[in-house]
């Protein structure tokens, strides 16, 4: 069965500084990934997505991943962070044959932003 | 403006009442479906539905039920209610192969 593991539950990090949030997944085909953000109160917001062709997807907000096969990883990145990023990131993903109608969510991760 | 609309957003009922919570999407997806999210456990998937009268159930689908008689609405239904579904709950909607989109929740307490 298809899974979605973020390790870490809570990080920390510095107005200005660079930011990964790693994402790792089961899965048996090539599958689509997603991540999501949702801020205190809010629902789910969707930051980019894969599902085929360039590794490396551009999505809002300045957000970034990379999809890489060999490390069944998918880990978002952003050069700058701001104190509007603050909230939970969520990292999915969903079966080929079904396109994007299933998501298997991992845990999430918080973020904190130290001014 | 493309959205999901979830409601209410914030429902406290008794155990055994039933109870629906409402979805509706503007946006002409087939596909939608409902979320539950508890911490440390993230999203779970309750049921979806690829179209109209087609639905099935997703991983934690006990204790639910959904109906799917229009494209635009797809309502989640707590026959009897208990303190374990007490949960925030979404609400999605998306096309094939495309990006899905959450309603904003609903958080439901069952006391």
């Known amino acids: 069965a298809q899974s979605v593991t973020q390790p870490d539950i809570h990080i920390t990090v510095s107005e200005g500084a660079s930011l990964e949030l790693r994402c790792n997944y089961s899965y048996g085909a090539t599958p689509y990934l997603f991540w999501y953000v949702q801020s205190p109160g809010q629902g789910l917001q969707l930051l980019l997505k894969y599902f085929s062709g360039d590794t490396l997807v551009q999505g809002i907000k300045g957000f970034e991943a990379e999809f890489k096969r060999s490390q069944s990883s998918f880990n978002l990145r952003k050069p700058s962070v701001h104190w509007s990023d603050a909230a939970e990131y969520f990292c999915a993903v969903g079966p080929l044959r079904r396109g994007a109608q299933k998501l298997v969510f991992g845990q999430g991760t918080r973020l904190t932003i130290n001014p | 403006e493309a959205q999901v609309t979830q409601n209410p957003r914030y429902l406290i009922t008794v155990t055994g009442k039933k109870l629906t919570v409402t979805c509706s999407q503007n946006?002409?997806?087939?596909?939608m479906s409902w979320y539950r999210q508890d911490p440390g456990l993230g999203l779970r998937q309750i049921y979806y539905s690829m179209n109209v009268e087609v639905t099935d159930k997703g991983d934690v689908p006990e204790g639910y039920k959904v109906s799917r008689k229009e494209k635009r609405n797809f309502p989640l239904i707590l026959e009897s209610p208990s303190p374990n579904q007490t949960s925030l709950y979404f609400c999605?909607?998306?096309?094939?192969?495309?990006?899905?989109?959450f309603g904003q929740g609903t958080r439901l307490t069952v006391v």
């Open positions: 946006m002409n997806h087939e596909y």
């Open positions: 999605a909607s998306s096309l094939r192969g495309g990006g899905t989109f």
